[in-house]
């Protein structure tokens, strides 16, 4: 199925850009959104990709293991697309043979393993991207623009919602060791969409997750809960399931509600953009800003000094947070984290 991401990013007249010099990229992995990476090669002429681990890819060499690879290749960039379980332990091998790394999130399913990613990245002075792709949607760009003009206020309350279908899943969905949890595969997003288009931060976490019914999915959970304390009060949820039949006419059906103290802001696909304020009786937001692409930006970052939209910061606390809101519904109790 193509997803909506990707048709708005092929059907958009992207610029072509440029860097002071050729940059040659190893795919290693199949799995999540590889096409954030393979999408904008077409604008992106200064930007080849050299060698494939695990993902077929017209005209470009495969390789049947990722440390041939990229030994043989030695790329500037390792973009790491494998499964949850194995991942840290790719990107740690890449960070060592000196590339920068744009990984699938989550980056790490263990504090640990995070803190190793986070050490080699500052020891050896490279540069590390995460893709999470759904803050470049116009969507979410235009809550956050509508948040940061002060239109509703203060944030106190957020709400949000991921519900897929299940389909048929590869066999790595299936094994915790694996997947790592429902929580870090996807909820992964909507933990970094809440922080960001809010403008708060996340002092504790608990939750709950379970699997009803299904029994192809194995250790997979299919369905989840976590409430989130901000740092100023106010309360976040975010409820995710792989409930959604297949006679529905979309893969999945995100929401993401903000109530601040001057208004509401919310979106989902049935409806849009819809926002309400003390100035302003509810509307329908139609100027949205254009999608963006993540692999360009975080480009840009690294060789063109331009800013990132996600920064380094920012991805090592959502991972952490992530995992924190994985470890309360495992254990079922409050995470906390000092700031």
């Known amino acids: 199925m193509i997803s ?23 795919l290693i992995g ?20 050299v060698g494939t681990c695990g993902k077929k890819v017209q005209g470009i060499k495969e390789y049947p ?14 973009a790491i697309c494998n499964n949850n379980g194995e991942r840290a332990r790719v990107i740690l ?19 640990d393993d995070l803190v190793k990613i986070r050490h080699s990245v500052s020891s050896n002075k490279l540069r590390i991207g ?42 790595w969905y299936l094994s915790r060791s694996t997947y790592g949890g429902s929580i870090a595969w996807i909820g992964i997003h909507m933990i970094d969409l809440m922080r960001w288009t809010s403008g708060r931060e996340f002092a504790s976490v608990m939750g709950m997750h379970g699997h ?26 975010l409820r995710m399931d792989y409930l959604r039949t297949e006679n529905a006419t979309s893969h999945g ?46 480009l840009n970052d690294v060789y063109n000094g331009k800013p990132a939209m996600i920064s380094e910061p920012d991805i090592y606390r959502v991972t952490e947070i992530t995992i924190g809101a994985q470890e309360a519904a495992d254990k079922g109790t409050v995470v906390q984290w000092e700031r």
């Open 130 to 171: 995460m893709l999470l792709p759904m803050r470049y949607d116009p969507e979410y760009l235009a809550l956050k623009d509508i948040v940061s003009k002060g239109l509703i206020g203060e944030v106190a309350q957020i709400a949000s919602q991921k519900s897929y279908k299940a389909g048929k899943r590869d066999a």
């Open 65 to 78: 293991d990722y440390r041939s690879l990229l030994d043989t290749e030695k790329p500037d960039i390792a």
């Open 30 to 49: 199949s799995e999540g959104h590889t096409e954030e990476i393979l999408k904008p090669l077409k604008d992106l002429p200064d930007v080849q990709l």
């Open 4 to 26: 909506r991401r990707a048709v708005l990013l092929g059907a958009a007249v992207a610029p072509i850009v440029r860097f002071p010099r050729k940059i040659r990229v190893a």
């Open 253 to 298: 059906d995100d929401r993401l509600r903000l109530a601040g103290t001057k208004g509401v802001v919310e979106y989902q696909a049935a409806t849009g953009v819809t926002l309400m304020t003390t100035d302003q009786p509810p509307h329908v937001v139609t100027k949205l800003p254009p999608q963006g692409s993540l692999f360009t930006d975080w």
């Open 212 to 237: 009803v019914g299904f029994p192809q999915l194995k250790e997979m959970e299919n369905v989840t809960a976590s409430i989130f304390k901000l740092d100023n009060g106010g309360v976040a949820s």
């Open 93 to 111: 091998d890449a960070l060592d043979r000196k590339m920068h790394v744009i990984a699938e999130k989550p980056l790490a399913l263990t504090l």
